[in-house]
């Protein structure tokens, strides 16, 4: 299994920062994947950004441009970086993970219990 902790969220004014934290146990299996989806009231939970384990690359922009998704896989920690937020970012974050058993190729999502993050005006 694989099992994902949040911390980090919390009330923030317009224009301030948070930094989200993600840590996955994952006894018996590899994670591909780790990333930040985001769930406004009302709203489908939408891809924030995520990393690969088979890139270089460990820091990944959001579309927005605001928002950083950083991690490191030899820890299982993923975070996310949220800068001049906005009440529209008003939300719940929730940490996935795409991960396979080993010597196996069916891919699985594990999800978060996921973090709230308001943005007042």
């Known amino acids: 299994q694989v099992q994902l902790v949040e911390s980090g969220g919390g009330l923030v004014q317009s224009g301030g920062s948070l930094r989200l934290s993600c840590v996955a146990s994952?006894?018996?299996?590899?994670?591909?994947?780790l990333g930040w989806y985001q769930q406004a009231p009302g709203k489908q939970r939408e891809l924030v950004a995520q990393i690969s384990s088979a890139s270089t690359t460990n820091r990944v922009p959001s579309m927005n441009g605001r928002f950083i998704v950083s991690g490191d896989f030899a820890k299982n920690t993923v975070y996310l970086q949220l800068n001049d937020l906005r009440p529209e970012d008003t939300a719940t974050y929730y940490c996935?993970?795409?991960?396979?058993?080993?010597?196996?190729?069916?891919?699985?999502?594990?999800w978060g219990q996921g973090t709230q993050v308001t943005v007042s005006s």
């Open positions: 996935n993970a795409v991960a396979r058993r080993y010597g196996r190729y069916k891919l699985i999502n594990y």
């Open positions: 994952r006894t018996g299996f590899i994670i591909d994947t």
